[in-house]
């Protein structure tokens, strides 16, 4: 019920493509689903974030895809650079009571090609 | 807004050895996290404080782990007779309010040998 999971757990795109990482979650009661992006030896950094009132949320090159009632989400990175290889975390929080504790998918780690 | 810091950032103990690690919130911030993250994994939560209570413990926090928070503000993590699957990446996060952006700091990476 806590849990997240997270596709693929490796990937690979050229220099101008769109890479799509995957998220699905069991808890209905989830209400917060960010994703965040780490590089080797530094903290998450938070990237974007969408409630599930809404089907879908752009920043920039990122796009964040909900779908509620298969209980599934996803980040797309559009024109993606090589500045973008690092490891991308999808996360879930919410429910009644609940402190706001982010459960995290296990990783995908992206390589852009140049 | 100078960011969540943490120190030290790395640390290597022999196993049977205490441990402390400290976390310094962003300033405004009353919400404080400690996850842990192993090499491959997402971080996986530990604690939470509100201000200074603690609020919620995780099952990963054995007897062994104690997490202090004094007046609300900087966050302590101690971790007694460390053993070699204690190696991890210790995350501090903080944030203002309920689903407000989650801050996170560098890290302390912990070695036992």
């Known amino acids: 019920q806590q849990q997240v999971k997270q596709s693929p757990q490796s990937l690979i795109v050229q220099k101008g493509g769109i890479s799509i990482i995957n998220c699905a979650y069991e808890?209905?009661?989830?209400?917060?689903f960010p994703w965040y992006q780490q590089f080797p030896g530094k903290g998450p950094a938070l990237l974007i974030a969408?409630?599930?009132?809404?089907s879908e949320k752009k920043e920039g090159r990122f796009t964040i895809s909900f779908n509620k009632s298969a209980k599934q989400f996803s980040l797309h990175i559009m024109d993606s650079q090589p500045g973008d290889s690092a490891t991308y975390f999808c996360?879930?929080?919410?429910?009644?009571?609940?402190?706001?504790?982010?459960?995290f998918g296990q990783g995908t780690t992206l390589q852009v090609k140049p | 807004d100078t960011g969540v810091s943490q120190n030290p950032r790395h640390k290597i103990t022999k196993r049977g050895q205490n441990v402390t690690f400290r976390c310094d919130p962003i300033?405004?911030?009353?919400?404080l996290y400690w996850y842990r993250q192993t090499l491959g994994q997402g971080p996986e939560f530990l604690t939470y404080?509100?201000?200074?209570?603690?609020?919620?413990k995780s099952r990963l926090l054995s007897d062994r782990f104690s997490a202090e928070r004094p007046k609300g503000s900087f966050s302590t993590l101690e971790i007694q007779r460390t053993e070699q699957g204690d190696s991890a990446m210790y995350l501090c996060?903080?944030?203002?309010?309920?689903?407000?952006?989650?801050?996170f700091g560098n890290g302390t990476r912990l070695t036992v040998t």
């Open positions: 300033s405004e911030h009353n919400r």
């Open positions: 996360a879930a929080s919410g429910g009644s009571g609940n402190t706001g504790k982010l459960i």
């Open positions: 969408i409630r599930p009132d809404v």
């Open positions: 404080f509100q201000n200074e209570a603690q609020l919620e």
């Open positions: 996060a903080s944030r203002d309010s309920y689903n407000s952006p989650l801050h």
């Open positions: 808890n209905t009661a989830f209400d917060y």
